[in-house]
């Protein structure tokens, strides 16, 4: 017999991923991608001589020895990618009116840091510290060293402190209202509201960032060039314009990958990284249960977001390598909940980040904002390259108001502004396939986490679901996702202790 046939469905990380390490199990991997080149939210693209990122700022628990770092090193890709750490005394600076704070790398760095802002509050700083940093040690695939078993994530799903509100957590334990705003600024990193967002995935993903800020040296398209390197190498077949329309079952399996094109793929594993939603539309109506069907298709999505690149004339910006969430409101869940109720043509809540071109200095940023996908629903029936006129105006509104924004981190940098582009919802959507462009994928709220969790394993007994709506988003939540798919068919064991031997 020969080795496992396996098909991956979407090239983003999570496809790249969980493709790569198979090949190099020696497996018969194919990767079917339907944009013209791999990558999904890695990818970048390439204006004006300028590499601008779509999907990836920086980078979290990527030290030595730490979770993503683990992931890489199993696939050998240090000595094809370089990585930059972000500032060690501020890789994220958070502006509220009148009031900055600087997020050192690091725990104890970080809590010192807070206690010199809010010494009153030192003991409750101390003890937040401690649950963050359990409840993201209680993560089988991320705390790779503890050995856990798989399905320990579901005790997590049980615990009352993981399922709590951040916003609530933060209410009962604090009073500056100055500090809640702090513990919770960087949301826009997963797009759900702090009075929604239950308390431990917005444990894990802070404690991923504290514990080890990189960004990716050059565009993020180098990452996704050393997975496609590392897969190729390893017997790997990329095919790109490819688009799956349909998976053929019979007798609860997949019996064949069907493309556009109507071409058929036999596989004995199918690994599919697209939005579970697109997933439904593939099935015949009778091979996944209804009440499964209903439960996906009904499921909220995170926000969308409006992406805004520019490069700058000169030599750019003064900068440290960090990146910069600028909020107009104490309250970090206002902007989720009251979009309508301010000028949408001016959001609120911003991220900026800044790319390096000469040492301590940015010629090309990158900007988002939280934005819903209904406010752009007008349009939601064109398609690329052929938007109204209407469109492109709302989209140069929101360009020049965030561009006026960044006045607030450098005075005058308006005028140096060469070009930009802009993405919107649509363009999200168009180009990674993701529902109302959720920048983030499926929502899990705090109401609804237990439809909201999906697993692993399908009705149709060699489906895989892997991505970022599945474990987590952010490239940490896509690979572990892709390893959840992966340790299904190595066996989870052997996986979690090849990588916790690294
Ligand atoms: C603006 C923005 C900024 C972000 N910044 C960061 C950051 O700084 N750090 C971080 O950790 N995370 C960040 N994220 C999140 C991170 O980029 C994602 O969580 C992660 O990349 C998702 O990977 P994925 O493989 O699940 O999905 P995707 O990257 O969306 O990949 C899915 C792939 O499937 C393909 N596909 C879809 N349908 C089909 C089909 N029918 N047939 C074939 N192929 C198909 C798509 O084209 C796509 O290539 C950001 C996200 C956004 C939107």
């Not at 401690?130 to 993201?136: G, P």
């Not at 406010?375 to 209407?390: E, I, M, Q, S």
């Not at 492109?392 to 929101?398: G, M, S």
């Amino acid at each position: 017999m020969g080795q496992p046939k396996v098909v991956v469905i979407g090239s983003g990380m999570a496809g790249l991923y969980a493709g790569t390490y198979l090949a190099r199990e020696g497996m018969d991997v194919t990767i079917l991608e339907k944009e013209p080149t791999p990558g999904g939210l890695l990818a970048s693209f390439h204006r004006r001589g300028s590499w601008f990122d779509t999907g990836l700022h920086y980078l979290g628990s990527l030290s030595p020895g730490q979770a993503l770092w683990r992931y890489f090193q199993a696939l050998d890709l240090f000595p094809l990618c370089q990585f930059d750490a972000m500032d060690d005394c501020g890789f994220e600076e958070y502006r509220f009116p009148g009031f900055t704070f600087d997020v050192p790398q690091g725990w104890a760095a970080f809590v010192r840091s807070l206690e010199t802002t809010f010494p009153l509050e030192k003991d409750a700083i101390r003890t937040c510290a401690k649950d963050w940093q359990t409840l993201a040690g209680l993560f089988p695939l991320y705390n790779l060293q503890a050995q856990l078993k798989p399905g320990q994530e579901a005790e997590i799903l049980a615990d009352p402190l993981a399922l709590q509100s951040l916003a609530g957590y933060l209410q009962e334990r604090f009073r500056d209202p100055r500090l809640r705003a702090v513990l919770s600024a960087n949301n826009p990193l997963y797009g759900i509201a702090p009075d929604e967002c239950p308390l431990y995935i917005h444990a894990l993903i802070t404690d991923s960032f504290v514990s080890g800020a990189w960004r990716v040296h050059g565009p993020s398209r180098n990452l996704v060039q050393a997975l496609v390197q590392r897969f190729r190498e390893a017997g790997g077949t990329l095919r790109v314009n490819a688009r799956v329309r349909q998976l053929a079952s019979e007798n609860q399996r997949v019996r064949a990958v069907v493309l556009d094109s109507g071409e058929e793929l036999a596989a004995d594993w199918v690994i599919f990284t697209a939005h579970p939603k697109e997933m439904l539309g593939m099935v015949a109506p009778h091979a996944l249960r209804p009440i499964y069907q209903q439960r996906v298709s009904g499921l909220e999505e995170t926000i969308s977001v409006f992406g805004l690149s520019l490069t700058l004339r000169g030599t750019g910006v003064a900068t440290p390598r960090r990146n910069y969430f600028l909020h107009r409101h104490w309250d970090t869940s206002e902007v989720y909940h009251a979009f309508a109720a301010h000028d949408p043509y001016d959001p609120d809540t911003i991220f900026v980040s800044p790319v390096e071109t000469s040492p301590g200095y940015a010629k090309t940023i990158s900007i988002m904002c939280p934005m819903p996908f209904a406010f752009w629903a007008p349009w939601k029936d064109t398609t690329r390259g052929n938007r109204p006129v209407a469109y492109r105006e709302a989209k140069e509104k929101i360009a020049l108001a965030l561009i006026r924004r960044l006045e607030e981190l450098w005075p005058g940098v308006g005028t140096q502004v060469d070009f930009w582009e802009g993405a919107t919802p649509l363009t999200f959507r168009d180009y990674t396939g993701t529902w109302e462009g959720s920048a983030y994928g499926i929502k899990k709220s705090c109401g609804r986490l237990r439809e909201a969790t999906l697993s692993t394993r399908t009705r149709l007994e060699n489906l895989l679901l892997a991505g970022q709506s599945v474990v987590l988003p952010g490239i940490v939540g896509a690979t572990t996702s892709a390893a959840a798919a992966v340790g299904n068919i190595v066996g989870y064991e052997a996986l979690v202790k090849k990588l916790a031997r690294l």
